[in-house]
């Protein structure tokens, strides 16, 4: 893949993409990944859309945390990073030797499940025992590695455990921040951030998801949880499908 070939038919889709991403990360505090990485992935290689969405969402996680960091429920946090950190060094390791077409149908499978679930809304307004958040940071990790969509274990074990949202979202972008930093130490071992198509794409990029992110954050206070869970469930519920048939044409 090169930039040209990127630019001759995709930039205006990837903005889209992008834009949409970000706007919802804005709104919610996490679901970039989940959007942007199954869409993306319908045009671009994996091994570049991962790392990409990687630094993105980095940037994101410090805009968002930077503006909440009274409300970061620290607690939380400390509890998910020792064995996210486990997860992250196994999905990095996967990434390198997986061919794209298994990791595809993992991805879509894994991205249907959660669609369904923010459809429906399944979820207990019980906390759950702290217990969870073995399996879940060790998921997390793996996943967010292999796909850079590990927001899901997180967020159903998060969701779980706090109920204000504005904490809820300070407290995402907190924790992406952190695993991020290792997933960003994992990949530079694994040679994923070494290619300059990554950097130059981040960098055009950065403004959009500046802007989107903005743009999200006006909206945060005035969308019920809710409505804002649904619509990402939808979205996703596209993505999984269309994933589904590109890895069966491959």
């Not at 992935?41 to 980095?58: C, E, G, Q, S, T």
């Not at 993992?106 to 809304?121: D, E, G, P, Y």
């Not at 040679?191 to 954050?217: D, E, N």
Request: glycine share 10%; hydrophobic share 55%; proline share 5%.
């Amino acid at each position: 893949m090169s930039l040209e070939q990127i630019a001759a038919g995709h930039v205006a889709s990837a903005a889209a993409i992008l834009l949409a991403a970000y706007f919802i990360r804005g709104i919610t505090g996490f679901g970039s990944g989940l959007i942007s990485v199954p869409l993306l992935a319908l045009f671009l290689p994996l091994k570049f859309v991962v790392p990409l969405i990687l630094l993105l969402d980095f940037t994101a996680s410090i805009v968002i945390g930077g503006f909440n960091f009274k409300r970061v429920r620290w607690s939380e946090v400390g509890v998910l990073i020792p064995f996210g950190v486990v997860g992250v060094v196994l999905g990095t390791s996967l990434l390198v030797r997986l061919p794209p077409e298994p990791m595809l149908m993992a991805l879509a499978a894994f991205v249907f499940v959660f669609a369904v679930r923010s459809i429906l809304n399944i979820r207990s307004d019980k906390p759950i025992s702290r217990g969870w958040a073995v399996p879940a940071s060790l998921t997390g990790g793996t996943v967010g590695a292999l796909f850079g969509t590990g927001g899901p274990p997180y967020v159903i074990y998060l969701t779980h455990r706090i109920h204000d949202k504005s904490d809820l979202r300070a407290t995402f972008s907190a924790l992406f921040f952190t695993e991020g930093v290792t997933r960003i130490a994992s990949f530079l071992v694994a040679g994923l951030l070494m290619t300059s198509q990554v950097w130059i794409a981040y960098f055009a990029a950065l403004p959009l998801i500046l802007g989107a992110l903005y743009l999200g954050g006006r909206v945060h206070v005035g969308l019920t949880p809710l409505q804002m869970t649904r619509l990402v469930g939808v979205l996703l519920l596209v993505s999984s499908v269309s994933l589904l048939f590109k890895a069966m044409s491959v």
